[in-house]
T-cell receptor, first 113, second 113 residues
């Protein structure tokens, strides 16, 4: 069965610095990978996805993620963090076929001015 | 505006009193899903539906029921709620189940006393 791990519960970064939120996954076949963001009192919002093709995926709000098959990772990155990026970030994975979308436990990002 | 609407947003009730959380989407999506979010556990899928009259269990279906009589609606039913169902619930929809991003409602916070 597929699984996803977000090894950091919390990431703190200064405004203007680059940020990375880590995600590793485990699947038996080819993965479909997603990043979502959750702001307080709101549902999750889609940021970006990797299905196939270029390993560097660009998404909303200046975020990007790099798919690394050998390390089974899909880390979320942004070159210059904003205070407004402070939120809860979820990585999710599914395999082809009738399989559920499995979410990580989430990483809380705090960007400090 | 494309959206997933959940009602109620907040509910405090007592053990054993049947309740229904409604979910409606206006995007003509075929795939709909219910999740619960608990601290430290991320999101876990309760039930999902591939289309009208087609529903299936997710990872944590015990104590819940769903129905999909119309494409736009996917209510979550708790026939006899118990305190361990106190949680934050999200409904989501997407064009398809595999590689399409999900659109989430803003959540329903249930407290079962």
């Amino acid at each position: 069965a597929q699984s996803v791990a977000q090894p950091e519960d919390q990431v703190n970064v200064a405004e203007g610095n680059p940020l990375t939120v880590k995600c590793t996954y485990s699947v038996s076949g080819n993965p479909y990978l997603f990043w979502y963001v959750q702001y307080p009192n709101r549902g999750l919002q889609f940021l970006l996805k990797y299905i196939t093709g270029d390993n560097l995926v660009k998404g909303s709000y200046g975020f990007e993620a790099e798919f690394n098959k050998s390390q089974t990772s899909f880390h979320l990155k942004k070159p210059s963090a904003l205070v407004s990026d402070s939120a809860l970030y979820f990585c999710a994975v599914r395999e082809a076929g009738n399989t559920p979308l499995v979410f990580g436990k989430g990483t809380r990002l705090s960007v400090i001015a | 505006e494309a959206q997933v609407t959940q009602n109620p947003r907040y509910l405090i009730t007592v053990t054993g009193k049947k309740l229904t959380v409604t979910c409606s989407q206006n995007m003509n999506h075929e795939y709909m899903s219910w999740y619960r979010q608990d601290p430290g556990l991320g999101l876990r899928q309760i039930y999902y539906s591939m289309n009208v009259e087609v529903t299936d269990k997710g990872d944590v279906p015990e104590g819940y029921k769903v129905s999909r009589k119309e494409k736009r609606n996917f209510p979550l039913i708790l026939e006899s709620p118990s305190p361990n169902q106190t949680s934050l619930y999200f409904c989501a929809s997407s064009l398809g189940p595999i590689n399409q991003p999900q659109h989430f409602g803003d959540g329903t916070r249930l407290s079962i006393l």
